[in-house]
Nanobody
Framework: QVQLVESGGGLVQAGGSLRLSCAASGSTFSGYAMGWFRQAPGKEREFVAV????????YYTDSVKGRFTISRDNVKNTVYLQMDSLKPEDTAVYYC?????????????????????WGQGTQVTVSS
């Protein structure tokens, strides 16, 4: 069992930055790949980024490449999402999730059923 708690969301102007954090507890953090997803009103939850157990492998959805950076600290049991050059279309609730079943073959890391545990989400609002 893994408990995930996101923080760091808020209201920011377009072009600004935010850093999301996701603190994990209840199990061995380094045993899980970690992902960030987001869900805008009226839309399905979509993949944003993923990081491997060691932190050496990362993938991003095309719309955030070059603007967002995922990282993790296996000592602090925390995964981060640094978001720069934010756009109004980045407005959404952001969720972190963990998985012990990640495969780096194909793109199953971008699918919600791949993940076992989810946080409650943190709201990010980008004003124009």
């Amino acid at each position: 069992q893994v408990q995930l708690v996101e923080s760091g969301g808020g209201l920011v102007q377009a072009g600004g930055s935010l850093r999301l954090s996701c603190a994990a507890s209840g199990s061995t953090f380094s045993g899980y790949a970690m992902g960030w997803f987001r869900q805008a009103p009226g839309k399905e939850r979509e993949f944003v980024a993923v990081i491997s157990r060691s932190g050496y492998i990362t993938y991003y959805t095309d719309s955030v490449k070059g603007r967002f950076t995922i990282s993790r600290d296996n000592v602090k049991n925390t995964v981060y999402l640094q978001m720069d050059s934010l756009k109004p279309e980045d407005t959404a609730v952001y969720y972190c999730a963990s998985s012990q079943r990640i495969s780096w073959i194909g793109s199953t890391y971008s699918l919600t059923p791949t993940y076992d545990y989810w946080g409650q989400g943190t709201q990010v609002t980008v004003s124009s």
